[in-house]
């Protein structure tokens, strides 16, 4: 199936439409540029659906429209966005050889900005110098089909990392390299006035270049052609893994320490619906995006529950029967006209307009070999009318949004994953808010 063909599919088409708005919400990032055939059967190749689910699976009027407005032309904003992992800094290389100690670590971590604050202290007798290094997110753009929630507009320091050292702004140096199967193409790629990182002007920086030279670095592996634009030109996408690394050195003095302060911007990640809701949660097509969920989250009863209830809000059920009186009673008290109990059908539409977004940070990256004697965690949701939920004990709620761990002589371990869930209109609206109260660490509030 060519690309004119794909975007003159009829609304009769319900159920490729359904497969393809599936993959579109749920498959881990597909742009849909100019309705790219290749891609997208790349995509739906990798889905397995049932002749019972082919049959069951029907799209509303409101989810077709949403389907063809994407698939028809190019997307006001990208459907699925994922989200890079974050870390602190490598303090298990040199800086663990240098003697120093970290005496304070306080991470303060949301979705629209992170904060790392150290205290370093020098124990010994003698003066140490050290090397601070920061490793951003690696980016693989080896699979065309991978959209990444970059924060910041650099090419270069994409997380928008901003320093402080003892109060005082304080700048790092940024490295920053691109490999192909294992082989540097930093200088082929400067060569051609690319940046390292596909982002902002990049796609005009490749346009611009000659059809020859984008033809070899095709030939060469360096970009790959994901299908063609609306004229027949073919479009590009770059192979390689960019790797960045922030460093600054630092010195302390025999016994004197230091307040090392960082902070950045939150890689979200998004989904323009979720797979928790009912139906889809009920969906077998589905299942393996709610397990992952599950597992990657912790979610809770609480959460489902408060899910189900945003989406009942914006569904209410059907009106109660109106009032009759018998024939033979002229006087009698009107009694409701016999009927069952109304029942609950959740709509395959996202009539409530949920969102899902996702932010991580790895705790236990490079972490101090010695343990950190006090340490401090801030998740904080963005907004009182999310659910959040994430795989973490023994925090306490100390906002409406904000939940704390304190920690002494603790050496912090594993990454944490945290997956908000709301409507995207839900600071015009009233607060949806569960009747189950969550546990202190995850769960729906």
């Known amino acids: 199936m060519n690309a004119r063909s794909l975007c003159r599919r009829s609304a009769s088409s319900l159920d490729y439409g359904v497969r393809l708005l599936r993959v579109v919400q749920f498959g881990l990032a597909h742009p849909l540029r100019s309705c790219s055939p290749a891609a997208i059967d790349r995509r739906l190749r990798r889905l397995v659906f049932s002749a019972a689910q082919r049959m069951k699976l ?101 997380i928008g990392l901003a320093a402080k050292v003892d109060g005082r702004p304080a ?10 199967d294992g082989r540097n193409i930093d200088a082929l790629l400067r060569r051609h006035n690319l940046s390292l990182i596909p982002v902002g002007e990049f796609h ?48 302390l003095a025999p016994a004197q320490s230091v307040s090392v302060e960082l902070r950045l911007r939150t890689s979200l990640g998004l989904s323009r619906d979720t797979p928790l809701r009912e139906p889809l949660r009920s969906d077998r097509g589905l299942a393996s995006a709610v397990a992952a969920r599950r597992g990657d989250y912790c979610l809770d009863a609480a959460f489902i529950g408060g899910i189900d209830k945003i989406v009942a809000a914006a569904a209410p059920l059907p009106a109660p029967p109106p009032l009759v009186a018998p024939a033979s009673e002229d006087f009698a008290t009107p009694q409701p006209a016999p009927t069952s109990p109304p029942l609950r059908v959740f709509p395959e539409a996202n009539v409530a307009n949920l969102r899902e977004w996702r932010f991580a940070f790895d705790l236990g990256a490079a972490a101090p070999l010695a343990p950190i004697r006090s340490f401090r965690l801030v998740v904080d949701k963005g907004g009182a ?61």
């Open 204 to 251: 005009n920086q490749l346009a611009a270049l000659a059809p020859e030279a984008r033809a070899r670095l095709a030939k060469d592996g360096l970009i790959a052609e994901i299908g063609t634009d609306a004229v027949g030109a073919p479009l590009y996408a770059p192979r390689w893994l960019t790797q960045t690394r922030a460093t600054r050195s630092l010195e």
């Open 58 to 158: 029907q799209l509303s009027l409101y989810a077709a429209a949403a389907f063809f407005l994407v698939v028809a032309g190019p997307a006001p904003a990208q459907e699925t966005l994922q989200e890079l992992t974050h870390r602190g800094l490598d303090l298990s290389g040199d800086f663990a050889q240098s003697g120093l100690s970290v005496d304070a670590l306080d991470v303060a971590i949301g979705p629209q900005t992170m904060t790392l604050k150290y205290r370093f202290a020098n124990p010994t007798t003698a003066p140490v110098r050290t090397l601070l290094a920061l490793p951003l997110p690696d980016l693989d753009y080896a699979d065309p089909d991978a959209a990444y929630a970059i924060p910041a507009p650099d090419p270069v320091n994409f």
């Open 385 to 445: 009318d999310r659910l959040v939920s994430f795989c973490l004990d023994k925090l306490k709620k100390i906002s409406p949004t904000g939940f704390e761990l304190r920690k002494t002589d603790f050496t912090p371990a594993g990454a944490l994953k945290i997956l908000l869930v709301g409507r995207a209109d839900a600071s015009a609206r009233p607060t949806p808010r569960s009747s189950a109260k969550p546990p202190a660490a995850r769960g729906a509030d």
């Open 171 to 180: 700048a790092f140096d940024f490295s920053q390299t691109a490999r192909v």
